[in-house]
């Protein structure tokens, strides 16, 4: 849900494993135990270095009340430089 996003978000920010957050409602149906569920669920894309990959993965996983969150790394190969570089910048851990 919202505050669930909001919640992931604030703590990969804090820990500069992502530069920035989007998440919006979405409409989803899934079968989950032998049942078809319906129901609202929030979406997030998370930007970030492929190299943290690993790591906000595993914050997700402590943080999610699902038990088996959707998380997808999208690779991206062209992105503009100016971008690119303010990501580097907003995710440098130290």
Known sequence: NKTEAEKIAAVLL???LIAC???WPTNS???WKNKTVNGQETAM???TR??????????IKKLHSYPTPCIVEIDVDKIDAKYKAW???ETRMI
């Not at 190299?51 to 595993?58: R, S």
């Open 45 to 47: 894309y998370l930007k």
């Open 29 to 31: 149906v899934y079968r």
């Open 50 to 59: 492929k190299e943290y990959y690993k790591k906000v993965e595993a914050v």
């Open 87 to 89: 990501v580097r910048q």
């Open 21 to 23: 957050a989007n998440w």
């Open 14 to 16: 804090k820990l500069k």
